[in-house]
């Protein structure tokens, strides 16, 4: 069974400019979770989804960062225009349902933005 | 407010010892506290687990304790390994959401 599958592995950017990030989850999961970890801080919840809808996006930090999950299989995260402060390592996790607590997590996406 | 708190960073231990990571919560809300490790480059994966209405669970060489009057749990692990070098985090739920609260990790050192 392929695990959760991020991409890219590292992105760099300027300031101002727009990242997407893409996460496929593991075929049959219809939780798929984004998390963002900062400087070596704790694992932040940004959002929930069940199948294609917005669960929970109590922990996006603002309007410039926009989730979507098409269809109900990959999801993509877009910061658009990227900030210094949105550096950090972004992780997607995917589970069954019923199963939300014991998350299965892709190996994440290092964003810099300089 | 940081609802789960691991307050040591890391952790230094010799092979074949016990190690214990600890984690507090804030949040008497929660039901559900699991254990997860992260080597680097990775993401992190799931460990163990303990539902509120237990004190303890076990699973080979590790056990997690829960005493919920101090919002306080702790991971064990007898004997360490230098494989199980690596960030250890803690995290919690609550029963009517689906997201995790984690802590902010422990670095867990084995030394041969």
């Known amino acids: 069974e392929a695990g959760v599958t991020q991409f890219p592995s590292h992105s760099v950017i300027e300031k101002g400019q727009t990242v997407t990030l893409r996460c496929d989850p593991i075929?049959?999961?219809?939780?798929l979770y984004w998390y963002r970890r900062v400087m070596g801080k704790e694992i932040k919840f940004l959002l929930h989804?069940?199948?294609?809808?917005?669960?929970?996006e109590s922990g996006m930090p603002n309007n410039r960062f926009l989730a979507e999950r098409t269809g109900g299989t990959y999801s993509t995260l877009k910061v658009q225009p990227a900030e210094l402060e949105d550096s950090g390592v972004y992780f997607c996790?995917?589970?069954?349902?019923?199963?939300?607590?014991?998350?299965?997590f892709g190996s994440g996406t290092q964003l810099s933005v300089l | 407010d940081q609802q789960v708190k691991q307050n040591s960073p890391s952790l230094s231990v010799q092979e074949g010892r016990i190690s214990i990571l600890n984690c507090d919560y804030t949040?008497?809300?929660?039901?559900?506290f699991l254990w997860y490790k992260k080597y680097p480059a990775e993401g992190p994966t799931f460990l163990i687990s303990i539902s509120s209405i237990k004190d303890k669970n076990e699973d080979g060489r590790f056990t997690v304790f829960l005493n919920k009057s101090a919002k306080h749990l702790s991971l064990h692990i007898v004997p360490s390994q230098p494989g199980d070098s690596a960030v250890y985090f803690c995290?919690?739920?609550?029963?009517?959401?689906?997201?995790?609260?984690f802590g902010q990790g422990t670095t867990l050192q084995v030394k041969p």
């Open positions: 989804f069940v199948k294609e809808s917005k669960q929970d």
């Open positions: 995290a919690a739920r609550t029963s009517n959401t689906g997201k995790l609260i």
């Open positions: 996790a995917s589970s069954r349902l019923g199963m939300g607590e014991k998350l299965f």
């Open positions: 949040n008497s809300m929660f039901d559900y």
């Open positions: 075929s049959g999961h219809d939780n």
